[in-house]
C-alpha cells in the first residue's frame, strides 16, 4: 500500500489555530482517507492550541500528516523539549482538556524527541464502512 506525507510549517500564534485545522481538512479531503475528518480536525486543534498557549516564544511549530497501511499519523512539533502531561478534569478551569480529548478519541498518541524539542502524535485507525 502507498503513503502520503505532509508537512506545514506555521508560526506559533493565535491565528495558527485556525489555519492548521483548515490545511488538514484540505489535505485529508484530497487524500481521500477512511477516516474520520471531525475526530482529526479537533484533535489537531487541539494540540496546536497547547503550542500556542505552552510554548511561548519558541520559533517552530510544524504539523506533519501521513497516511500509512490505512492508519493516519498526525503530529505536532515544536522547539520546546516540555513534554505533555494530561491533567484531571477541573471544572473551574475553562482550559486544560485537549490532551484529555487526544487520549479518549485517538487510538494511540504519544510523544517524541525531535530536532531539541518535540513532536507530539496521534494516530486514527481507519473508520468502519
Known amino acids: 500500500m502507498s503513503s ?3 508537512s506545514i510549517d506555521l508560526p506559533p500564534t493565535r491565528s495558527s489555530v485556525p ?3 483548515h490545511l488538514l481538512l484540505e489535505i485529508l479531503r484530497a487524500w481521500d482517507v477512511p477516516q474520520d475528518l471531525d475526530d482529526a480536525a479537533l484533535l489537531v486543534t ?17 504539523l ?6 490505512g492508519w493516519l499519523r498526525i503530529s505536532v512539533a515544536d522547539g520546546s523539549s516540555i513534554r505533555p502531561v ?6 473551574e478551569q475553562p482550559r486544560g482538556r485537549g490532551l484529555l480529548l487526544v487520549k479518549a478519541i485517538a487510538d494511540r498518541w504519544g510523544s517524541e524527541d ?9 494516530e486514527l485507525r481507519p473508520t468502519a464502512g
Do not use: P, Q, Y
Open 86 to 91: 494530561v491533567r484531571e478534569l477541573e471544572h
Open 64 to 69: 506533519e500528516l501521513a497516511v500509512s497501511d
Open 46 to 62: 487541539e494540540l496546536v492550541a497547547n503550542v500556542i498557549d505552552h510554548v511561548r516564544g519558541e520559533a517552530s511549530l510544524s
Open 4 to 6: 502520503l506525507t505532509a
Open 114 to 122: 525531535h530536532r531539541g524539542g518535540k513532536r507530539v502524535w496521534f
Open 19 to 21: 489555519a492548521a485545522r
